[in-house]
């Protein structure tokens, strides 16, 4: 009778799931993101859940969460990209040589306002190309994946030393450095402002994929699941715009803004940072890049190639082609990612992206990309990439030492892959 009750139990708790339409997977991971927060803020004393940290965690995980959109779709597609952290390099490389060679040499000088754009523009065209090209490689040469940005680890890291001959480049542009987080962000109303227009776009969006799947005549959650969503969604938002406008500017960074403008900083007067701009760069990647999954030709074909090349083949898809979009693309996202690296340590360094494919595959695979190809989400992997960067963060506030700190990692990796694999085994989906 006990093991009927039981079951009785577990079966309505899955119907339950099943009726809300809960992402048990997102669940898992939000769960173990906040078990992650929990443990370090226990074991640092309460710091690692201060704004201060917050703030910064935040600005760190941005580059590698942008790669790790794009190698979702590098993965779907049942490929692998190794060399993204030397792409990366190379694209800084050719953005700190154009704002403090090239365009000084032709009499634009530092702090000239076309100079932080060309820049980028350079940057994102050279990712762009060195990506289409491996991807060319890949798709209509027929070179593994695995081999062509294993080749391009070693080339494009190499390429990029070349360029500076080994050295520091920088300081960057005034203007070039407000993308990398802390030197640039929209302040507290600008914060709010955004916390507000975002919440009510996503209890929108909620609203009307409700509405559509109601004139599609698709079962739809009970409308209190809804507004529950809803609520949830906007404590999120809300809740991590005032983390981020609680952390406030040091009184002499305030007090020099004050002077700078002739004015006396009156007595007792403080202002948060609020959302850095590299935060919200992320957030515009995230929404195009979920668009272009589920709402594009580009992005059917993407899932239909990862879930049976032959089949997408046989279908009239061009395989080959697609190969190099997807590439394309994961080329621009390692010039947006470069680009906000170096704009937040304000140089280009030799190292920059070093060991950063290795966190980015970690982010997308942790965030529940399949290896398999054909499954993967946007959110997933940036979810990843929070965890990822938690983790290393929380490891160096304790103390751990960096070698421990990576085989953490590698462990958390292994254990992430193994509980998809025994996930998807579990409901069909392997």
Known sequence: MAEANASGAGAGRRNIFKTLEFDTRLLGMVGAFILVCIVF??????????????????IQTVSVAIMATGMVFVIVTRNIDLSVGSLLATCSAMMAITQTQLLPGLGLDYGNPVIAPAAIVVGLVTGGLIGAFQGWIVGYLAVPAFIVSLGGLLVWRNVAWYLTSGQTIGPLDDSFQTLGGIGGTLGVTGSWIFG???????????AQARKARINHEFPVK??????????LTAV???????????????????????????????EGFTAGYGIPYSVLLLIAVAVVMTVVALRTRLGRYIFATGGNPEAAELSGINTRLLTVKVFAIMGVLCALAGMVASARLSFHSNDIGTLDELRVIAAAVIGGTALAGGIGTIYGAILG???MQSLQSGMAMVGVDAPFQNIVVGVVLVLAVLIDILYRKRTGDA
């Not at 803020?41 to 935040?58: S, W």
């Not at 507000?196 to 909620?206: E, G, K």
């Open 222 to 231: 009970p409308l209190w699941a809804e507004g529950l969503l809803m609520a």
């Open 236 to 266: 999120a938002i809300l809740g991590f715009v005032a983390i981020l406008n609680a952390y406030e500017v040091p009184s002499r960074v305030l007090r020099r803004a004050f002077e700078a403008r002739g004015e006396t900083m009156p």
């Open 196 to 206: 507000v227009l975002a919440t009510v776009v996503a209890c929108a969006a909620i």
């Open 385 to 387: 990439a929070l965890i």
């Open 41 to 58: 803020n226990v074991l640092t004393d309460g710091r690692f859940l201060t704004p201060r940290n917050i703030f910064n965690l935040t």
